[in-house]
T-cell receptor
Framework: DGGITQSPKYLFRKEGQNVTLSCEQN?????MYWYRQDPGQGLRLIYY???????QKGDIAEGYSVSREKKESFPLTVTSAQKNPTAFYLC???????????FGSGTRLTVV | QKEVEQDPGPLSVPEGAIVSLNCTYS??????FMWYRQYSRKGPELLMY????GNKEDGRFTAQVDKSSKYISLFIRDSQPSDSATYLC???????????FGQGTRLTINP
């Protein structure tokens, strides 16, 4: 079955650590996105990529980094510079020009 | 001011009631309007999509867009407990790839 796989489902990070969230899709979608979801704030865009080896900052990119070396993969690194990383992170993908995003099941990151 | 405003609720209604969920927006260039449904601890899934103004109906769900008022609505008829979820509105302009989401409204349908 086609879809988006995010891993891990739950992740715990110590202060000062970098962590990487995985996102893989087998839908042959061109565009991929990372969103952060906090209670009462909806989805806020962190980074997005429309083609391989290219990506753009979203509204809240500070403290995050991404790469897009393969069409299927769009990992997100939460760096130690992100001061409040505890949140639910959602990865999505879409065909170019399409309105329908397919979302993964999310990764819940907690700082301990 | 956010580009898209949505009442976060929570909204609690009895089973069988008609539910109205709403979003307002400030960017008159938005032309594509969507509603996503998100169950607890899951990713959102597309529920309804509308281009420009007008109504669209799909079973118990009706989406309305009023571009003159910059206001969109989602109506749920004969609401069921399985409709309990967070509902997010989303929109984009012509030519833009990324969507702008509202805050989401948490809805509970009580049996």
């Amino acid at each position: 079955d086609g879809g988006i796989t995010q891993s891990p489902k739950y992740l715990f990070r110590k202060e000062g650590q970098n962590v990487t969230l995985s996102c893989e899709q087998n839908l042959n979608h061109d565009a991929m996105y990372w969103y952060r979801q906090d209670p009462g704030q909806g989805l806020r865009l962190i980074y997005y990529s429309q083609i391989v080896n290219d990506f753009q900052k979203g509204d809240i990119a500070e403290g995050y980094s991404v790469s897009r070396e393969k069409k299927e993969s769009f990992p997100l690194t939460v760096t130690s510079a992100q001061k409040n990383p505890t949140a639910f992170y959602l990865c999505a993908s879409s065909m170019a020009g399409m309105n329908s995003y397919t979302f993964g099941s999310g990764t819940r990151l907690t700082v301990v | 001011q956010k580009e898209v405003e949505q009442d976060p609720g929570p909204l609690s209604v009895p089973e069988g009631a008609i539910v109205s969920l709403n979003c307002t927006y400030s960017n008159s260039a938005f032309q594509y309007f969507m509603w996503y449904r998100q169950y607890s601890r899951k990713g959102p899934e597309l529920l309804m999509y509308t281009y420009s103004s007008g109504n669209k109906e799909d079973g118990r769900f009706t989406a309305q867009v009023d571009k003159s008022s910059k206001y969109i609505s989602l109506f749920i008829r004969d609401s069921q407990p399985s409709d309990s979820a967070t509902y997010l509105c989303a929109m984009r302009t012509q030519g833009a790839q990324k969507l702008v989401f509202g805050q989401g409204t948490r809805l509970t349908i009580n049996p």
